[in-house]
């Protein structure tokens, strides 16, 4: 699905961004596998606990050849 969303973008848009909890494994190896690179970090609150993000960004060319079939990589599997 993400390959597919990229290729109806990457005429119009060059990058595509997105934020992940700093301490969520699963998420981060989501956006790792698919190339995204961290390009800032943020805290915010969640119930007055306060936590910390990722920005995340990719190319949406490199994303544009994702094979959907396979959402691009195995994540959680190791």
Same mark, same amino acid.
């Given at each position: 699905?993400?390959?597919?969303?990229? &290729? &109806?973008?990457?005429?119009? @848009?060059? &990058?595509?961004?997105?934020?992940?909890?700093? *301490?969520?494994?699963?998420g @981060?190896?989501?956006? %790792?596998?698919r190339?995204?690179?961290?390009?800032? /970090? @943020? /805290?915010?609150?969640?119930? $007055?606990?306060?936590? %910390?993000?990722?920005?995340? &960004?990719?190319?949406? *060319?490199?994303?544009?050849?994702? *094979?959907?079939?396979s959402?691009?990589? %195995?994540? $959680?599997?190791?």
């Amino acid at each position: 699905m993400l390959g597919e969303l990229a &290729r &109806r973008f990457v005429g119009d @848009r060059d &990058r595509i961004s997105a934020v992940v909890l700093a *301490d969520n494994e699963v998420g @981060r190896a989501f956006y %790792d596998a698919r190339g995204f690179s961290v390009v800032g /970090e @943020r /805290e915010t609150s969640f119930s $007055g606990v306060e936590r %910390d993000e990722l920005i995340v &960004r990719a190319d949406l *060319d490199d994303l544009a050849g994702l *094979d959907d079939a396979s959402g691009g990589a %195995d994540v $959680g599997s190791g």
